[in-house]
């Protein structure tokens, strides 16, 4: 064994500095929707105005950048990559609270995105490198523990911070700290040896073809796409529908829904990886059945959770609508990974997230914003429920589009030793 090799980090600790990075990314996202109130107060923001800034402004540039992203990521560094990411969104974050008004915030949101536009494809590849096929999907589960406790922590730490200083500080408190991490990432965190990773050597329009010709790409992608439409709206107006239509201050809504946030996270992503790691062995079409199955439970589980007549009712029934639509993460993640070789991982994912971000955070969270001004002077203080509510038809479209992809699936699949 070389040098190089046994300084090589334990795949666990490589794992847990991924997930901390992933959770401050969502923990910095979370902070957004968490911080509506009181930000929409102070800068004199409309939904529409703060659905652009919490979804348009973050997928432009977060979309866009993902591709050439990842793909320097492949050609260079996936560790340096992801390092650097880190600092940058990290620095925008801590811009955000500096902000006097919509253009400053949405010009701090672009350069959030620009920065996360790196962290997440190149770890995904990363991952991959590191854990054995049977274990893939387990490992991203891990990985996407971040979502859930992203979520949860930004929710606390948003209205706790608010509430002892201001909604500014929470910005630059959490930005902070992810510029502190980026130097121990890039400093412990290494690529795999080159006699476990090939370099890819094809140029960037040489990956995109591969998986051009394959449906399972296009059908996986949208499906993702759908319901993250749902997700990523929710995530940023879910606090203020808990605030509006249940009567609850910042720090109340902030422990209500981290409380369910969290649990449900945990259940649904390691339970989807755990339960795609032993079904796709068999079958491959699972890593499409079983996200198809969940969203479709999602629905009436997150409906009736919305028009729950008390907390006590609401809270069991969101947290099961919350585990369900969590579900495809892992399994989606892992299929994607499989229809390329590995050396060419990092950048068939940037592919898939620039569909999936265009179309999921692009769209949604302004959508709801939008469909809740329209609603407002007919529904008042409920109009932006009623506008969640009727977005979660998304679901349906996603498990229709991924159980479409199935059987192609299948017969795209490329495994480690391809």
């Known amino acids: 064994m070389s040098g190089a090799e046994r300084r090589q980090p334990n795949a666990s600790l490589v794992l847990a500095l991924l997930l901390l990075a992933y959770i401050l990314n969502f923990l910095d996202r979370q902070m957004l929707g968490v911080l509506a109130t009181p930000i929409k107060a102070d800068l004199h923001l409309s ?31 996936r560790s340096a990559v992801i390092a650097a ?9 801590a811009l ?19 920065g996360e536009a790196g962290g997440v494809a190149p770890s995904y590849a990363l991952i991959a490198d590191y854990f054995p096929q049977e274990r893939q999907a387990r490992a991203l589960a891990i990985f996407f523990l971040g979502v859930p406790t992203g979520l949860a922590l930004g929710n606390l730490a948003g209205a706790y911070i608010a509430r002892a200083v201001d909604w500014r500080a929470a910005f630059l408190v959490m930005g902070g700290a992810g510029v502190i991490l980026a130097p121990v990432l890039r400093f412990v965190v290494r690529d795999v040896p080159a006699g476990r990773r090939a370099t890819s050597r094809a140029p960037l329009a040489s990956v995109f073809p591969i998986i051009a010709r394959k449906p399972a790409f296009w059908l996986l992608s ?30 109340a809504m902030a422990n209500f829904h981290a409380s369910y946030l969290f649990i449900s996270g945990l259940v649904g992503v390691f339970g989807g990886g755990w339960l ?48 369900l639509n969590i579900v495809w993460l892992a399994p989606v993640s892992t299929a994607v ?16 997230l620039l569909i999936l971000n265009l179309i999921g955070l692009g769209v949604g969270p302004l959508l709801m914003g939008r469909l809740s001004d329209a609603l407002k002077a007919s529904y008042g203080v409920n109009a932006l429920r009623d506008a969640a509510i009727a977005c979660t038809g998304f679901y349906l479209v996603a498990a229709l589009i991924i159980l479409m992809s199935a059987r192609s699936l299948r017969a795209s699949w490329v495994g480690d030793e391809d």
């Not at 969940?294 to 629905?299: G, S």
């Open 47 to 77: 939904d529409t105005q703060f659905g652009a800034i919490g979804g348009l402004a973050f997928a432009l540039l977060y979309s866009v950048l993902g591709v050439p992203l990842a793909y320097l990521a492949d050609k260079t560094s």
């Open 276 to 323: 795609a790691d032993r079904l796709g062995s068999s079958d491959r079409a699972w890593y499409a059945r079983l996200p198809a199955l969940a969203w479709v439970l999602t629905v009436p589980a997150l409906v009736a959770g919305f028009l729950a007549p008390s907390l006590w009712i609401a809270w069991p029934l969101l947290l099961a609508g919350n585990a």
């Open 337 to 352: 990974q499989h229809l390329v070789p590995r050396p060419m991982r990092a950048t068939a994912s940037g592919c898939y």
């Open 96 to 114: 955000c609270g500096t902000a006097s008004g919509f253009g400053q915030l949405f010009a701090y949101r672009l350069g959030v995105g620009i």
């Open 85 to 93: 990411s880190l600092a940058v969104w990290s620095g925008f974050t």
């Open 222 to 251: 949208v499906a993702a796409a759908s319901s993250s439409l749902v997700g990523y709206g929710l995530a940023l107006w879910t606090p203020s529908v808990l605030m509006r239509s249940f009567g609850l201050d910042l720090v």
